[in-house]
């Protein structure tokens, strides 16, 4: 009976060894993962002025970027197409980078009467335009 206690305790003694283990190399690999994730979203922005800072963790360090958003200026002109069947009116333009676009659509411009409060375009650059009617005419 004594050598199956001690049996049970050694096999249980030698189970958290290789749990506590496995917890060290589980941290490790999603810091590691968290830094290739911080690094492609840098890579993929190009024109974002960063600074990055080291914050120190538990036995690891993390680089965090500070990404600020890019938006053009008032006075630039973006130029976002109009899906089919759109009706005149006042559109807030908003694609997936954050820029945004206040768009009139005369009447002469106007594809349809398509009468609808948000439109969804694709452009050819291979940016997303959400179209939300402010106004109508």
Known sequence: MNARVLLLVLITGLFMA??????????????????QRATAIAAMERTVDSEP?????????LTVLKIQESRPAASEQIDVPLPPGIAA???QAV???????LIEVSEH??????????HLVDAKDGSRWYLIRIEHR
Do not use: C
């Open 18 to 35: 290789a749990w506590d283990g496995d917890q060290a190399a589980m941290h490790a690999a999603i810091a590691k993962r968290t830094q």
């Open 95 to 101: 694609n997936q980078f954050g820029h945004t676009q």
């Open 89 to 91: 009116g006042q559109y």
């Open 109 to 118: 411009e106007a594809t349809g009467q398509n009468v609808r409060d948000f």
């Open 53 to 61: 800072t080291e914050v120190a963790l538990s036995k690891h360090s």
